[in-house]
């Protein structure tokens, strides 16, 4: 019982990454330019269906993420302190992924473009030092 829970507690935590960096992946390389060459209330109109379709995706897997890197964490307790420095800057990286997507999804920022393309960058990081936190401890 308790191997199918922290299975399926990786599981969230990998699909709610994937649909978090995946989308701010989607939002910079493709929705922003694709709204950029529309009239200025169609785009308007596209910006406000996207992020409101986006939002609950958005609370739902930092929510997720939120849940299962506290389980993750707490049934793998005692490494390293360089372990520890590198899941800290993990963390940070990550607040700026959630606070991106909750400015998205909330306001309309002209500068969508930048947001997207630092969160998606942030995340791609994440999961570089996961990559390494995991094959390495």
């Given at each position: 019982?308790?191997?199918?829970?922290?299975?399926f507690m990786r599981w969230l935590h990998l699909a709610s990454v994937?649909?978090?960096?995946?989308?701010?992946?989607?939002?910079?390389?493709?929705?922003?330019?694709?709204?950029?060459?529309?009239?200025?209330?169609?785009?308007?109109?596209?910006?406000?269906?996207?992020?409101?379709?986006?939002?609950?995706?958005?609370?739902?897997?930092?929510?997720?993420?939120?849940?299962?890197?506290?389980?993750?964490?707490?049934?793998?307790?005692?490494?390293?302190?360089?372990?520890?420095?590198?899941?800290?800057?993990?963390?940070?990286?990550?607040?700026?992924?959630?606070?991106?997507?909750?400015?998205?999804?909330?306001?309309?920022?002209?500068?969508?473009?930048?947001?997207?393309?630092?969160?998606?960058?942030?995340?791609?990081?994440?999961?570089?030092?996961?990559?390494?936190?995991?094959?390495?401890?």
């Amino acid at each position: 019982m308790f191997e199918a829970l922290g299975i399926f507690m990786r599981w969230l935590h990998l699909a709610s990454v994937a649909t978090l960096v995946g989308d701010m992946l989607y939002g910079w390389l493709v929705l922003v330019p694709s709204a950029g060459v529309l009239a200025a209330e169609a785009r308007k109109a596209l910006v406000d269906k996207a992020a409101a379709l986006y939002r609950p995706l958005v609370i739902g897997a930092i929510t997720a993420l939120l849940v299962s890197g506290f389980y993750n964490l707490a049934s793998n307790p005692g490494h390293q302190p360089r372990y520890y420095i590198l899941l800290s800057l993990k963390l940070l990286l990550a607040a700026h992924v959630f606070a991106v997507g909750i400015l998205l999804v909330t306001k309309n920022p002209e500068h969508r473009g930048r947001l997207f393309g630092g969160a998606a960058i942030s995340g791609l990081l994440i999961i570089l030092i996961s990559a390494y936190l995991r094959r390495t401890f």
